[in-house]
C-alpha cells in the first residue's frame, strides 16, 4: 500500500491517516507514533505494511475496485464473503445487503464516518450509490477496529464502510477533473463528472455529479413446473416497468489543521423509476412507481491534544418518496411519505500508555415520519447510545473491548406512545500472534447487539405488525489470518484467512415482498441458528515487469435454521433465501497499458417460504462478468476505456423469486482525467 507525501509540506499525523485505507490501520494515529518529513522537490511513493485488524475485515479499494464489474456499492459487495446481496433486477431495481444471515437491519452502512439511517424501514438501497468517486469499501463483521467513533457504530452486527475519494495534489497542481461517459444494455446512459480544487495548501473541495437513465428493458425466460412435475409455463419476455432517471451530486470539503482535520459533505440524490414487480401467473408489468429525493448536509471534526482525541459528527438528512401504484388489478395508491433526521455525536479518546487507550462515545439522533395518508401514526423516535471502550496492543495481543447502551423513545401522535426500550450490548474482541512472524494471527470475538423494529414494521396499518418484540443477536466467531507482502517479489503479496462463526437471533424480523416490491409484510420468526464459515485468498503474481496477476477468491457456507417451535412445520428448515453454499473468484491481469478481469459468482441453493419443500425450492445460480480495460495518457491527459460483458454465459436466474435478472448484457466507459 502507497502513501503519497507531497513536496514542501509537513503532514500531521490525522492527514497521514486519512490516506490509508479505511480500515486497514496503514498508519500510527498518534502524535507521538508519527515522523513527518519535510520534501523540498517532487513526490515520493512511501509503502507502508498493514497491521493486522483485531477484527475481521474485507477491503476494496483503489484500482482493485475499479477493474471490478461493478457499478454500485451493492455490485462491489457480491465479492466480500458472507454477504447476500438481495438484488429485484435491472438498473434501477433495489438492492440491499445481508451479512451472515443476520438481515440488512443489522448491518450499518457509513458514509464517510457518518452512518446512513432510514427509520421508515430500515433498508439502505446501496444501488443509489455510485463508485464513480467512491475510494474504497470495507466490510466488518461486528465492528471496526477502532475505539475512536461514535457510539452507534459499536452497536451493529456488521458495518459497510463507503469512503469517497479525498483530493491529493503534487507540488504545483491546483485542480483535478475527470469525466466518465458510461453507456450499454436497456438504453443505458450515465455520464458522470468529479472536479477537485486546492483552495489552500491544506483545504480542499471536490464536486461530483452524475445522471443516469435506462428503459430497464431486458429479455428473460419465465419458466415454471407445477409441483407434479408439468411444464406450466416456458416463454421469453421483455422486463417492463423497470426505467430509472436519476441524479446525484455530491459537495465535499475537506480541511486539515494542526494535529486534526475536519469534513464537510452534502449529498443529494433524485430519482423517478419504476417498480419492476413480480413475475406471477404468466403477468409481465407493473403500474407501481417511485419518486425519491434523498439529501443530507454532515460534517465531522477531530482534534489531537497531546494523549485526548476528540471526535464531532453532526447531521441533517431529509427523504422523500412518493409511492403511486396504477396497476388496474390492485388497489389505487398514491402516497407521499416525509422522513426527517438529526442526528450528532461526540467521540472521545485518551491514550493512558502507548499500548493502551480508552474512550467514550455519545450519539443523539431524532428521527420523524410523515405521510398524507388519512390516520396515519406519524411517530417520532428518539434514541441515545453511550458507549465506552478501551484498546490493549502489547506485542503479540490485541484486546479490544466496549458496551453500550440503547435507550429509545418513541412518541405516536394522538395514541398512547409504547414503552420505552432499553439495553445494553457488550463486545469483547482479541487477536494474537502465535509467531515471531507479524504475518500470521488469530483472532476471535464475541458480541451482543440489538434492533428496533422500524417505523413500517410498527405502525403500518396494512403492513405493520405492533406485537412484534426487538431483534438481537449474539454472534462468536473465531478465525486465522495469514498476510504478506513481499515486495517486488514473484509472489508479491499473499493474504488467506477462515473464520467459523455461530450467531444465534432472538425474535429475528423477516420482510417479504407483499405483492409489491415498495411494500412488506414482517414477522417475527423466534429463534434462528446460524452457523457458518467464511474463507478468503488472496495472491498477486509479478512474473514479469509491467505484468501483474492477482487471484481473490471467496467461500461460504451456512447454516441458518429455524428453531423457534418444534411442532412447526418449518422447524430446522433453512430460512427463506440462505444460501448453505456460495463464492466468488476473481482474475484480474494487468500488462502495461491493457488491464482484463474476470469475475465469477455462485450462490447455491435456496428455498424461498419457511418450509424447505420441493414447492419452495429455489435454484443455484451463477454469474460470470468479463471486462477489459485499455489506458492511453496524452500529455497530462490520461484516457481510459472499459468494455464490460456481464452474465458472460447469459444464464437465467433469479436472485428473488419471479424477480428475473438480466441475461448477457454490455457496458461501455469512457475515462478522461487530468
Do not use: C
Not at 479505511?22 to 513526490?43: C, I, N, Q, Y
Not at 467459523?500 to 417479504?512: P, S
Not at 509479478?542 to 441458518?560: E, G, W
Request: proline fraction near 4%; charged fraction near 20%; hydrophobic fraction near 40%.
Amino acid at each position: 500500500m502507497s502513501i503519497v507525501v507531497l513536496a514542501a509540506v509537513v503532514m500531521p499525523a490525522s492527514m497521514l491517516a486519512d490516506t490509508a485505507v479505511e480500515g486497514a490501520d496503514a498508519t500510527p494515529r498518534h502524535a507521538d507514533d508519527v515522523m513527518a518529513d519535510t520534501l523540498s522537490l517532487g513526490e515520493v511513493q512511501v509503502t507502508a505494511k498493514r497491521t493486522k485488524d483485531v477484527i475481521p475485515v474485507q477491503v476494496l479499494s483503489g484500482a482493485e475496485l475499479e477493474r471490478l464489474n461493478s457499478q454500485t456499492v451493492a455490485d462491489a459487495l457480491r465479492y466480500f464473503s458472507g454477504v447476500q446481496v438481495k438484488d429485484y433486477g435491472g438498473v434501477g431495481g433495489i438492492k440491499t445487503v445481508n451479512v451472515r444471515s443476520m438481515g440488512t437491519n443489522h448491518t450499518g452502512v457509513v458514509y464517510d464516518g457518518v452512518e446512513l439511517g432510514n427509520a421508515q424501514n430500515g433498508q439502505i438501497d446501496l444501488g443509489q450509490f455510485s463508485l464513480d468517486n467512491v475510494e474504497a469499501i470495507s466490510l466488518y463483521n461486528g465492528q471496526k477496529s477502532e475505539i475512536l467513533q461514535p457510539a452507534r457504530d459499536f452497536g451493529t452486527a456488521a458495518t459497510v464502510y463507503m469512503r469517497t475519494r479525498t483530493p491529493r495534489f503534487a507540488e504545483g497542481e491546483t485542480y483535478h477533473a475527470r469525466f466518465n461517459m458510461r453507456f450499454g444494455s436497456f438504453d443505458l446512459i450515465n455520464p458522470s463528472a468529479l472536479i477537485e480544487i486546492r483552495l489552500a495548501r491544506t483545504v480542499s473541495a471536490s464536486l461530483s455529479a452524475e445522471w443516469l437513465n435506462s428503459s430497464g428493458k431486458y429479455k428473460f425466460r419465465y419458466r415454471r413446473v407445477t409441483p407434479a412435475g408439468e411444464l406450466a409455463y416456458d416463454t421469453t419476455a421483455v422486463r417492463q416497468n423497470g426505467d430509472i432517471n436519476a441524479t446525484r451530486i455530491e459537495l465535499n470539503l475537506n480541511g486539515y489543521i494542526n494535529m486534526g482535520k475536519w469534513h464537510f459533505k452534502a449529498y443529494n440524490y433524485n430519482s423517478e423509476r419504476g417498480v419492476p414487480g413480480a413475475i406471477v401467473n404468466n403477468v409481465w408489468r407493473r403500474g407501481e412507481r417511485i419518486w425519491d429525493t434523498n439529501s443530507f448536509v454532515q460534517g465531522s471534526f477531530q482534534k489531537m491534544i497531546g494523549n485526548f482525541t476528540t471526535l464531532a459528527n453532526a447531521k441533517y438528512a431529509f427523504y422523500r418518496t412518493h409511492y403511486v401504484n396504477n396497476d388496474d388489478k390492485q388497489v389505487k395508491i398514491d402516497n407521499l411519505y416525509k422522513q426527517k433526521e438529526f442526528y450528532m455525536s461526540s467521540a472521545n479518546e485518551y491514550q493512558i500508555r502507548p499500548w493502551w487507550r480508552v474512550s467514550a462515545s455519545y450519539d443523539f439522533q431524532w428521527n420523524g415520519l410523515d405521510a398524507d395518508m388519512y390516520d396515519f401514526a406519524r411517530p417520532d423516535r428518539y434514541s441515545n447510545f453511550l458507549s465506552v471502550a478501551t484498546a490493549i496492543d502489547y506485542k503479540r495481543l490485541k484486546l479490544q473491548a466496549s458496551g453500550m447502551y440503547t435507550w429509545i423513545h418513541d412518541r405516536i401522535e394522538g395514541r398512547e406512545s409504547p414503552k420505552d426500550k432499553s439495553v445494553f450490548t457488550p463486545a469483547v474482541y482479541a487477536a494474537f500472534n502465535p509467531l515471531r512472524t507479524k504475518d500470521f494471527a488469530l483472532r476471535a470475538f464475541v458480541k451482543r447487539s440489538f434492533r428496533m423494529p422500524t417505523f413500517n414494521d410498527l405502525y403500518y396499518a396494512d403492513m405493520g405488525n405492533s406485537k412484534l418484540e426487538p431483534e438481537t443477536v449474539t454472534q462468536y466467531n473465531a478465525g486465522v489470518l495469514y498476510d504478506a507482502n513481499r515486495g517486488n517479489k514473484f509472489v508479491s503479496e499473499i493474504r488467506a484467512g477462515v473464520d467459523v462463526y455461530y450467531n444465534k437471533v432472538k425474535n429475528k424480523i423477516v420482510a417479504y415482498p407483499k405483492g409489491q416490491q415498495f411494500r412488506w409484510t414482517m414477522l417475527n420468526l423466534g429463534l434462528v441458528d446460524i452457523r457458518g464459515v467464511d474463507a478468503n485468498a488472496m495472491v498477486t503474481l509479478v512474473p514479469m515487469r509491467d505484468l501483474a496477476l492477482t487471484f481473490r477468491a471467496q467461500y461460504t457456507f451456512q447454516r441458518a435454521i429455524d428453531i423457534t417451535d418444534p411442532s412447526d412445520n418449518y422447524y430446522r428448515d433453512q430460512i427463506p433465501y440462505i444460501p448453505r453454499h456460495s463464492g466468488s473468484a476473481v482474475f484480474n491481469g494487468q500488462w502495461r497499458r491493457l488491464g482484463v478481469n474476470y469475475s465469477f459468482i455462485y450462490v447455491g441453493e435456496r428455498y424461498n417460504q419457511q418450509e424447505n419443500i420441493r414447492y419452495n425450492y429455489t435454484q443455484p445460480w451463477y454469474t460470470s462478468d468479463i471486462s477489459f480495460s485499455y489506458d492511453l495518457p496524452i500529455k497530462a491527459v490520461k484516457l481510459r476505456a472499459l468494455l464490460e460483458i456481464n452474465n458472460l454465459l447469459s444464464q437465467d436466474y433469479d436472485v428473488i423469486l419471479n424477480y428475473p435478472m438480466p441475461k448477457r448484457n454490455f457496458r461501455v466507459t469512457l475515462t478522461a482525467e487530468i
